[in-house]
């Protein structure tokens, strides 16, 4: 019987030397391999500048800060997401609104969205679930269509004008559409780069901001920097210069860096990222392939000009309860195959029943939870393990 785990990551001789040289070149927290990490990130999504920090979370919650949301303030997400995409929204002290699904869809509801908006509406953060884009022509057309009411509170929300868009690019590091690459459609969009993820740096994520917007990327980065290290004026890097150890702390601040160890993982698999995706497409068109007609629905990897960075290969059980899904999910475990879930809708969680939201508001997201499983997907996966991987799909669903 084989044994397939789900997500491992794959590390080659590349990754660990990259490391080692971090470690024998005495910079191991912030500092040459990270910045070199940044600038590689902004090249490789088509945007001016990124910034890298220990986790997408980390990221989309500094974003959130640096666009001054705050208490008073509203920001809406799926409610068919995982737990980072809401909590920053928490923790900034923002009201926190969920929106239901497309019936049949991973998406936010379009008219939904465009109704949950309000006057203190300051963000809304799409989901690129399984690193496919979210629909964001049909995102901006909302929030231009809501202006009227977006009153700005300062000088980076009047520059931007309406609802910022902050994307949660966790999965969709390398999704192309229209030529361009996830990290340029969003106002802002944040990336991970966590063990799990297409392109991993062990923790660690990214935040890229469009450059349409022709925003002060200098004065930007600079803020991200001051949030992420205590509000220091100056990094250890700056502060090696000869005579350089001078510094101020502007504001009380919070400790979320990317160091040099995570940086250099991260530049060997961006090296070898192309060949990562291709790998990944290969096994999604095997997978649809293998799967066509035996009542398993799957996520759209592949559109018209547009193709995601097939992150999670996500099923639909057509026709199966949620007690039968997790009957099969037990039974592929018993031969060998780990599977998944994604995602328990938010309001399903303690935490958000906490926070006053009921799944009952939130009826196609529950349908669409209900009998979705997810099937391993990484670029050490290979076509024999595909292949058995949808013979004992096949043989779980015959039996029920």
Request: glycine share 8%; charged share 20%.
């Amino acid at each position: 019987m084989r044994k397939i785990p789900f997500s491992p990551p794959d590390i080659t001789e590349e990754e660990i030397q990259e490391v080692c040289q971090a470690l024998r070149s005495g910079w191991i927290t912030t500092g040459p391999k990270t910045k070199e990490f940044e600038r590689q990130v902004a090249a490789f999504c088509g945007t001016d500048r990124a910034v890298c920090l220990n986790s997408a979370t980390a990221c989309l919650e500094m974003t959130l800060r640096i666009l001054g949301i705050g208490p008073g303030d509203e920001v809406i997400t799926s409610a068919y997401t995982y737990t980072a995409s809401a909590s920053p929204v928490c923790h900034v002290g923002a009201k926190l609104v969920l929106v239901d699904t497309l019936p049949g869809s991973y998406e936010m509801d379009p008219e939904k969205l465009a109704a949950a908006i309000t006057e203190r509406t300051k963000a809304v953060i799409p989901v690129d679930i399984a690193g496919i884009l979210a629909d964001y022509d049909t995102i901006y057309s909302i929030v231009e269509s809501k202006k009227g009411l977006f009153t700005p509170a300062n000088d980076l929300q009047k520059k931007i004008g309406r609802v910022a868009v902050v994307a949660d690019g966790a999965h969709s590091f390398g999704a192309q559409r229209h030529g361009k690459r996830s990290g340029c459609f969003a106002d802002f969009t944040t990336f991970s780069f966590h063990a799990v993820k297409n392109l991993t740096t062990a923790e660690g994520g990214a935040a890229t901001w469009n450059p349409a917007l022709a925003l002060d990327d200098e004065a930007i980065y600079k803020q991200y920097m001051l949030l992420s290290l205590h509000g220091q004026s100056k990094d250890a890097l700056a502060k090696t210069k000869p005579g350089a150890w001078e510094y101020d702390i502007v504001a009380p601040l919070y400790k979320c860096n990317m160091t040099d160890i995570m940086a250099g993982i991260g530049l060997a698999q961006l090296r070898r990222y192309p060949g990562l995706l291709e790998k990944r497409y290969k096994l999604v068109r095997l997978y649809n392939e293998l799967l066509a007609g035996c009542g398993v629905e799957h996520a759209p990897h592949f559109r018209e000009d547009e193709v995601s960075s097939c992150h999670l290969y996500l099923t639909r059980l057509t026709g199966k309860t949620m007690a039968q899904r997790n009957a099969i999910i037990e039974k592929m475990a018993e031969q060998g195959v780990a599977t998944n879930v994604h995602y328990k809708p938010l309001p399903l969680l303690t935490a958000y029943k906490d926070l006053g939201f009921d799944i009952a508001d939130y009826p196609c997201a529950l349908a669409q939870f209900e009998n979705e499983i997810t099937l391993p997907l990484y670029s050490t996966l290979t076509e024999e393990d595909v292949r058995y991987i949808c013979q004992t799909l096949k043989m779980c669903l015959q039996d029920g």
